[in-house]
């Protein structure tokens, strides 16, 4: 079955950086655009990033341009997430998620998602 | 930007009884909403997508309906194991980004 398995976050300071990875397994990775959503404590899910199956196209969501970058490797179907000048307000749980298909047509929604990893952003 | 707005906030109910929720986009997105459901320290698991098609494994008591800006997710008999938050969910195919509601919880009387 699919899975999508994050590492990578942990304690950092204000303005410093992590890299996050999503190792995913059971599917053909290299089919299917893949998204980034955080959550931060106690509030609701928030989209992060989008990048296309190929991996030419990358979509940020406005408070995070130009401060974070989506990649992935096909070759080793894994997803990341490289973050820099991070914020208090970047603390979250950062969820990746797999694009919705459906008959093989995909879709546009998540139908699978790893179980999360912590970013905290404190001095 | 597409905004979803869901209500009500907060749900207050007890095991067997029905219950709608509702999301409202700020303008028409067809059919393309998604509900999700997150109980306490899990992540979230697609409900319907589409508007009223169910994910796989979903059962049968969860329904989707609606087009356009209105939507609502219906549990016909509430199970102890749907006592947790909701969302709705909005995508297109550009921009690809995606927009959630702020989430309904429902809890147990």
């Known amino acids: 079955q699919v899975q999508l398995v994050e590492s990578g976050g942990g304690v950092v300071q204000p303005g410093g950086s992590l890299r996050l990875s999503c190792a995913a397994s059971?599917?053909?990775?290299?089919?299917?655009?893949m998204h980034w959503v955080r959550q931060a404590p106690g509030k609701g899910l928030e989209w992060v990033a989008v990048i296309s199956a190929a991996g030419g196209t990358q979509y940020y969501e406005d408070s995070v341009k130009g401060r974070f970058t989506i990649s992935r490797d096909n070759s080793q179907n894994t997803l990341y997430l490289q973050m820099d000048s991070l914020r208090v307000e970047d603390t979250a749980i950062y969820y990746c998620t797999k694009e919705g298909a459906v008959s093989g047509i995909n879709k546009y929604f998540f139908d699978h998602w790893g179980q999360g990893t912590l970013v905290s952003v404190s001095s | 930007e597409i905004v979803l707005t869901q209500s009500p906030a907060t749900l207050s109910l007890s095991p067997g009884e029905r219950v709608t929720l509702s999301c409202r986009a700020s303008?028409?997105?067809?059919?393309?909403l998604a509900w999700y459901q997150q109980r306490p320290g899990q992540a979230p698991r697609v409900l319907i997508y589409?508007?009223?098609n169910r994910a796989t494994g979903i059962p049968a008591r969860f329904s989707g309906s609606g087009s356009g800006t209105d939507f609502t997710l219906t549990i016909s008999s509430l199970e102890p194991e749907d006592f947790a938050v909701y969302y709705c969910?909005?995508?297109?195919?550009?921009?690809?980004?995606?927009?959630f509601g702020q989430g309904t919880k429902l809890e147990n009387k």
């Open positions: 059971g599917l053909t990775f290299p089919s299917y655009g």
């Open positions: 969910q909005h995508r297109n195919e550009w921009p690809p980004g995606a927009t």
């Open positions: 303008q028409s997105i067809n059919t393309y």
């Open positions: 589409d508007a009223s």
